[in-house]
Each structure stands twice: as C-alpha cells, then as structure tokens.
C-alpha cells in the first residue's frame, strides 16, 4: 500500500490526479505496456504503445541521469489499467474539520491517494523515462527481460542513491483502449520538438553547443556589429537577402568537424581548461578566415556600414554556410598534416567561388541555374576534400588523392574527369 500527497483535477471528460512519487517506488509500481503478460496477443488497434528504443535509453537517458546531478524529468502519465475501483481519494475538506472559507473549495480537489497495490500501472507516456529510471537505479538487472545484451549494457552500474528521486506522476483511469489510445496519440502528435538552434542555444552540457554560442558573444570573432548579428541564431538557413555571415546550427558543425580529433562528447562538458583550449582552437579557425580571406574582409565592412550582401552572398560561395563548414574538413586536414591555416587560408582567395565555376557543380551546388547548395554531411565532406587537395595536394598520401579522384569523377559523371588546378 502506498499514500501519495495529490491534486484531483479534470480537462474534458477526463478526470486524474497530479501526485509525487519516489523514483524507487515509482520503478516497483509502474511497468510498461510491453511487460503486459497479454502484450504479445494484443492487435495493433488494442496496444496503446509504441516499442522502446533500449539503445537511446541505455546510451543516452541513462547517462544523463547518473552524471549529471541537475537531471530533471517532465511528468509521467501513467495509465490505472486495472483496479481503479480498489483505489481511494480522500481530501483534506473530509479530514479537517475546521477550514478557512477560502480554502474549502480548493481543499476538495487537495488530499490523499491510496494504492493498494493490486492496481496494475502502465506508464502512459514517459516509458522511455521510467525505464531509464529503472536502470540507473538497478544496473543491467533494470533491462527489461528479452533484450539483447549489449557490450554497453554490460557496463551499466547500479545507482541505488537515485531511488530517493521525487518524480511527478499523473494518474489517468482507463476506461477503454481507445481513450486511452487517443490521448497518447495526441500528446506526443501535438508535443512540438525544439528546433536545432533552440537545443544549441540552451544545452549546457555540451562542448560543440558551448563554444559555439561563445563565439558571437561581444568581443568575440562573430559578435554583432552594431545591431547586426553576424550569426543567425533563430533559424538554420539563410535568405538572400540576410545581412548574417552565417547561423549556430553551421557553427556547431564546423565546431564538431574542428574538434573531432579531440575526443569531446556532446552528452559530458569537460573541465574548463578542455573547455578554453577547445573554444580557442575554433575561434582561431574565425579569426584567420576573417583576417584572410577577402571577401570576408568585403562582408564585414558592408555590415560596418549597413549596406546590403545580397549580391556579395549571389556572386560567392564562401558567403554560404555550407561552404563555410567545408573549410572546417580544410582545417582538420591542415591540422592533421601539420600545414599552416595562415596559409591555407591566404590561399583560398585563389580559388574561383563563384557560382558559375563547374568545378562545385554536384559538390557544393546542384547547378548554376537554381544556385541551390547540397547540403548533405558527406557532400560537405567531399567538398572539404577537394578544397584541401586545391590548396594542400602536396600533403595527399596516394589514398587521399584517390579519394579527390573519386569525387570528381563522381561529381561529373565521367571516369576521366581530371583533378583540378591547385593554387
């Protein structure tokens, strides 16, 4: 039997109750809908859940829960599927005699909820949280019996500590399937997920978002000049008409790209001297490309002076992300290979970047006639290939100039298509 402190409430035709429950008591009491002993026989119009994905509750919820002392859960719906009838509320109007007359009509909907324990709870909604509850606190014995044991399972610990969590839980009565069905449904359809740029803009754990946003702070390579944002933090694209160099959702690839040797996770920020080195490493990559390269050079004195770049962004692809987060791939290579992104750099106002040029047909554009940017990972790879191999060919190992050989060849439908001029 199990007391919970609880608020009765009621939205259309639906009555439940909001209470806390102990994360420990929480794990014991609430299962999901797959470990219904019926769950096998059930049709698809009877199941009111959706499979769990194990693999982002053990690689990713799990870890967040155990490492991070500032986890936090939204509430849980959880599903009475049977012995509503032997639940009890009672609230504190019935168990103090004397109330204030302000108080009385809130205190009716203010009281106690008693479980028995023969009541079976389905979470709901929330199944993807319970079960990493469930998991940090128990260890592998948490994982639900029938999955495939992974290396990564393997190595889970458990965290009895974590039982002691409060967790918000609502208590909905299953009066039929359907119902039931319904409003999961329309919770998750009408739940709207956050943008890229909103997760950039507010995750604190990771290294990729921190040293992105830090790097149009003012007084930094990307600050605002005047009251003109260098960096379009609102949306992922940029117009013809956008006065922005670029947007966080590039800076954050091209931070990725940067760092990728230096072994950061985006789920664990490291220590504050990894955290300096790293945002100094991608603001130099900023610095050199706005001290080097002309057009840069064009951009920001036209922003000075609050004139427009439409025609600067029409005649040139460096003024496009997607070319901007190329580069990243030119300056791990240089790194990798111990050139000079001084150098490099200085070297990339050599190139052709117009539109016009056939030579990014098929690499970074679609064609010269709709100037439309391929914006697939692999396709900004190839192009950060080929841009290395213009201005570090030298540096290429026989697979890597294959790989250039490759690339073009692909990109102009023609096994003889030569390499390129290097600057």
Known sequence: MATLGCIKARMGDTDYYIAKISAGELIDRVGIAKEMPEWPDMSAEEK?????????????????????????????????????????????????????????????????????GKERLIALDGQHRLLSLKIAIKGITGVPGGTKVTPSMNELKPHPELASDEVCVILVRHTDTKKIRKIFNKINKYAKQTSRSDNIITSDDDIFA???????????????????????????????????????????????????????SQKKLPNEDDIEAAYQKVACFWNVLLKKIKVFQKYLLLTREDRPVSRLREENLLLKPVTQMALAHVALFAERHGASWEEVAEKLNHID?????????????????????????????????????ITMGDCMNQAELEEVQQIIRNAKNDELAELPARV
């Open 353 to 389: 970047w117009s539109f016009e040029n056939d030579l990014w047909y098929n690499i970074l554009v679609i064609g010269s006639a709709n100037k439309k940017m391929i914006t697939g990972k692999e396709s900004v790879r190839s192009a950060g290939v080929v841009i290395s191999y």
């Open 48 to 116: 009111m859940q959706r499979e769990c994905d194990i693999r982002r509750i053990v690689e990713e919820i799990v870890p967040y829960v155990v490492t991070d002392h500032d986890h936090f859960f939204s509430s849980l719906i959880v599903d009475i599927y049977m012995g509503f009838e032997d639940i009890s509320f009672e609230p504190l109007s019935d168990v103090i005699s004397k109330i204030p007359t302000a108080y009385k009509r809130p205190m009716q909907d203010m009281g106690f909820i008693t479980l028995p």
């Open 210 to 264: 921190v040293t992105a946003r830090k790097l149009f702070v003012p007084g930094q390579p990307l600050a605002a000049v005047g009251e003109i944002d260098l960096v379009n933090w609102r949306s992922n694209t940029l117009s013809q008409r956008s006065k922005n160099l670029t947007t966080l959702s590039a800076l954050y690839t091209i931070n990725e790209t940067i760092l990728k040797d230096d072994g950061f």
